[in-house]
């Protein structure tokens, strides 16, 4: 059972944002404010993108703080972002 890997790398792929941010994460946990750096978009855009992840189980969040906090992708993140084109 489980999410249908194909339909979550849709859901990743549907949105630059999205994509963006598991490209960003794979191998590679990160801040926010790197993420969004790193894919020059505004951070409320790679915010909003982490929290539609974090619903999907594709991230999560590690430490209290959200100025602090480091995203990672899930194993199942992991997954998906194989399947996830570069560019």
Known sequence: GGPDILELVAYVTGSGYRKAVVNS????PEQPSVIAEEADVARSHISRALSELS???IVQSHGGDSRT????LTDLGETVADYVPED
């Not at 906090?69 to 990672?72: A, E, G, P, Q």
Request: no cysteine; aromatic share 10%; glycine share 0%.
């Open 69 to 72: 906090k480091i995203y990672s």
């Open 55 to 57: 619903d999907k189980r």
């Open 25 to 28: 994460l794979q191998n590679n």
